[in-house]
């Protein structure tokens, strides 16, 4: 290897490290500042959870102001039923989940009102 070479290979490993280093730091900044987060805009938010199976679960999310009921299972989301926005009971909000929810009452309504509208 020639002198001319080792430079150019010294060279190049200098500009790969920093390289490196200014996508860290950019990361690092990114973070740090919250890029990509809405602070204090909360679009959605899951009201309840109900495990189903071992990996299975019923869910659900109020997106402004309706309830979606979605049945959730490894690599798959799909849409139950869409409702107005209910009320939880008072001690379900207090833990932020749905425990004492009768989640059955809500299914049988969301069935019945859209085999209603077929």
Not at 58 to 86: C, D, F, K, N
Request: proline fraction near 4%.
């Amino acid at each position: 290897m020639t002198p001319a070479a080792g430079g150019s290979l010294l060279q190049m490993l200098f500009g790969l490290a920093l390289v490196l280093a200014a996508i860290a730091a950019s990361a690092w900044l990114a973070r740090r500042l919250g890029a990509g987060s809405a602070h204090g805009a909360r679009l959605m938010k899951v009201v309840s959870a109900l495990p189903v199976g071992a990996k299975e679960r019923v869910v659900v999310v109020e997106i402004e102001g309706q309830w979606m009921v979605l049945g959730v299972a490894p690599g798959r989301v799909s849409a139950l039923a869409t409702l107005p926005r209910g009320e939880l009971p008072q001690a379900t909000v207090a833990h932020g989940l749905a425990q004492g929810f009768d989640f059955s009452a809500l299914l049988n309504r969301a069935r019945n009102k859209s085999a209603s509208e077929r």
